[in-house]
C-alpha cells in the first residue's frame, strides 16, 4: 500500500503560482511512478504530468507544458506540482497518484491521494 496526501491549493487570479505537494508514504514509492491529474466540474479526471524517480523521465499534458514543472525529492517522500502562469481553465480538483507503470488514463494508476481544490479566478 501506498499512502497520498496532497496539499498546496487554494484560490490564485489568473497568471499567478501555486506549488502542490504529495507526501507519500507505505511501500517503497519509490519503486512508483507519480502523477497529477485533475478533473473539472463535469469532466472526466485527466492526467496533468507524471514521473518516474529512476531516470527521472517526465511527461506534461499539452495544456500545461511549459507552465507546470513535477518533481520529487525522496529524501522527504514528497512529489511537487509548480503551477505557474495558471489560467481560469486550470480550475480543477487536482489529484496526486501512484502506479508501477505509468499511463495516461486514470483507470492505470492504482493509489490515490484525497484531492486539493485549485481556484483560479480571472
Known amino acids: 500500500q501506498v499512502q497520498l496526501v496532497e496539499s498546496g491549493g487554494g484560490l490564485v487570479q489568473a497568471g499567478g503560482s501555486l506549488r502542490l505537494s504529495c507526501a507519500a508514504s507505505g511501500r517503497i514509492f519509490t519503486d512508483y511512478a507519480m502523477g497529477w491529474f485533475r478533473q473539472a466540474p463535469g469532466k472526466e479526471r485527466e492526467l496533468v504530468a507524471h514521473m518516474t524517480w529512476s531516470g527521472g523521465s517526465t511527461y506534461y499534458a499539452a495544456s500545461v507544458k511549459g507552465r507546470f514543472t513535477i518533481s520529487g525529492d525522496n529524501m522527504r517522500s514528497t512529489v511537487y506540482l509548480q503551477m505557474n502562469s495558471l489560467k481560469s481553465e486550470d480550475t480543477a480538483i487536482y489529484y496526486c497518484?501512484?502506479?508501477?507503470?505509468?499511463?495516461?488514463?486514470?483507470?492505470?494508476?492504482?493509489?490515490w491521494g484525497q484531492g486539493t481544490q485549485v481556484t483560479v479566478s480571472s
Open positions: 497518484a501512484a502506479s508501477p507503470i505509468p499511463g495516461n488514463w486514470a483507470s492505470s494508476w492504482t493509489y
